[in-house]
């Protein structure tokens, strides 16, 4: 048992203090425990203390206004659950509250077990006492089977995907639980405010069919009835009135349905509405049992949209540092994209997929963010056509940089190698940190591959880009040197494949020659070039990297 002072009126209403075995006191002098900024009440006005049983006992300390207790003037008084103190324009609450507790089963009456939030007071979870003596065989069969059916749906919802398969989720379960043969599931327009069925099925239309695959078509249902429930108006229960049975042309008109309607909630709303039909009518715990499974769906929907929207936010917050990073360097617009693009090639090529290729495509992404904190006069307005040694020294620190920007934030950690290690070179000449060969995380070597084909294939100040077909030819050029050779010949025969070259098996040692150079650019006029990677006309490379093109290697 411990005990708590809420402020319900005064400048800290809504504050809880704590009271412990030490007393306290209140006041307007900042040495109180509890410090009131208001001139009604006295430097030290009330003193709480507790004696060795655990009675809390109030004292006025001789203050100048008094203490109220429930509204009365009091010297010292014993406290009880539920007293108001009011001292000056301050009016506290005095709640004895229980200790939290645990649930690990030790020694404790299982029926007995609670849950409660430490020490700040909120909903209880109990677990409920029964009177196992009214229970049948039959209810323990029902109870069991409705546990492994929860279960059954919670595994189900975890790997659902979009609201069609959890809506879908609901409904299978709800049937299962209440031996329903017909359903539908109504979602509620967010905009509109309309019902709209999103799952129905008809498990009657199963039999004569041989795939064993339940029907989907729509079932009837009464939409005032749907409303009710979905307004807050409770599960209903039992037959719908006769004229809101819909028929069709022709049809005549027959007693309702027996119908079972519960609202699918979440944390804000409603969302949607289970509805259920049955023509024998429903199991006696078939409303607790749909009321759970509501339950359970409407947190999965909660889950899910706060999922997308984060996703929504994450992904314009990445479009928006890419821009911020282009923005540093006109030469490179595009740049922090295409390398995406390429990088997502290359992974893909490589068998990656699910978040690996996630991890890779959004590390190409940020690659760059280091950039961000390079002064202006190095890349933004330069206009010579190379860039002195102390500009190159500059230029490399821009991966340390964005190791320790991504560093602050806890769910990008995966891709920070991608920032930090993409200038690190396969024989150990390249920087900050002079790692070689495969002690260069694979997602840093993807992102080195992409990231110098980019930078061969496009204009800068001081080099005209050379041709895509004319960029493969470099980078073999740079294998085992800057790149990792496997890593240059997979991200060819990808770009190939994915290029519509012509129509072989390309072999990945194969050098391509001047028809082949011919032929893919031929094949590229033919199928169009995508959207950010247009294809160029140069010169052809010659023979040896020059200085130029090594300065835009190491610049990315």
Known sequence: MFAMLHVTEGLDTGRLFELGAEAITLGRNAENTIVLNDTAVSGVHTKIMRDEAGQFTIHDMQSTNGTFLNGREHGASDLRHGDTIRIGSTTFVFELRQEARRIDGAGQDEAAVQVEKEKGGGPRIVLPEVDASALTMGDLVRRYQ???LLDSLDRALSVAEGTQEVLSCA???????????????????AKSGELHPSVSRDLGQLDGQLDGQAASRPVSFSKSLAFDVAAGCGTHVGPIKVDEVPIAEGETRAEGPIVLACMIPTTSTTVGVIYLHSSTGFPHDAVESVEAIG???????SASRWQVDFELLFSSTIDAIMNTIQAKDVYTR???????????LLAKELGLTGQELYRVTLGAALHDIGKIGMPDSVLKFNKEARLTEEQMVEVRKH??????????????????????????????????????????????????????????TTDRPYQKGKSYEEGHEILRKISGKRLEPSLVEHFIAGWHRHRKAPARTYDATHKVSEEDVAAARSAAAEVGSEPGLETQATPPVSPDIDDALEQIIQIG
Not at 334 to 344: I, M, Q
Not at 420 to 436: A, F, I, T
């Open 171 to 189: 409904l299978e379960a709800a049937l299962a639980a209440t031996e329903s043969r017909q359903g539908v599931v109504l979602s509620i327009d």
């Open 399 to 456: 991966p340390s940089h964005g190791a320790r920007i991504l560093g602050d934030i806890t769910f990008l950690q995966d891709v920070i190698p991608a920032a930090e290690l993409h200038h690190e070179d396969w024989d150990g000449g390249g920087y900050p940190h002079g790692l070689s060969g495969e002690d260069i995380p694979l997602i840093a070597r993807i992102v080195a591959v992409a990231d110098t084909y980019d930078a061969i």
């Open 295 to 301: 339950r359970r769906v409407g947190s999965a929907l």
């Open 334 to 344: 595009g740049h922090s994209e295409r390398v995406r693009h390429y990088s997502k």
């Open 146 to 148: 409705l546990g492994l």
